[in-house]
C-alpha cells in the first residue's frame, strides 16, 4: 500500500521558517517525481515545486522562487519542503503527490497540512 504522510504545517508569523515532510512508503520512487502543492478555499490548487526522485532535478512556482526549496533525502524515503521568508499569501493546505515522471498525472497524495502565515 502506497502511503504518503505529510507532516511539519502550523502557524508562524511573516519572515518565519517552516518546514514540511512527506514519507514515502509502498513502493520505490525511482521512476517518479514529487510534487508540492498548496491549496486556499474557493481557489484552484496550484504547484508550489516538484523534485525528480532519481536526477535530483527541481521546478519552483515562480511565487516561490527563491524562497522555498524541496529536497529528498533517500534514506529516509522522504522529501522536503523548506519555506523561507513565509508571507501571509503562502497560507494554505499543503500537500504532497507523486507520479511518473512521463505522466502528467500525480497518482499518490499525501493528506494535508495546515500552513498559516500571519502578518
Known amino acids: 500500500q502506497v502511503q504518503l504522510v505529510v507532516s511539519g504545517g502550523g502557524l508562524v508569523q511573516a519572515g518565519d521558517s517552516l518546514r514540511l515532510s512527506c514519507a514515502t512508503s509502498?513502493?520505490?520512487?525511482?521512476?517518479?517525481?514529487v510534487g508540492w502543492f498548496r491549496q486556499v478555499p474557493g481557489k484552484e490548487r496550484e504547484i508550489v515545486g516538484r523534485?525528480?526522485?532519481?536526477?535530483?532535478?527541481?521546478y519552483y512556482a515562480d511565487s516561490v522562487k527563491g524562497r522555498f526549496t524541496v529536497s529528498r533525502d533517500n534514506a529516509k524515503k522522504t522529501v522536503y519542503l523548506q519555506m523561507d521568508s513565509l508571507k501571509p499569501e503562502d497560507t494554505a493546505v499543503y500537500y504532497c503527490?507523486?507520479?511518473?515522471?512521463?505522466?502528467?498525472?500525480?497518482?499518490?497524495w499525501g493528506q494535508g497540512t495546515q500552513v498559516t502565515v500571519s502578518s
Open positions: 503527490a507523486a507520479g511518473l515522471v512521463w505522466n502528467t498525472e500525480y497518482a499518490y
Open positions: 523534485i525528480s526522485w532519481s536526477s535530483g532535478l527541481t
Open positions: 509502498g513502493r520505490t520512487f525511482t521512476n517518479y517525481r
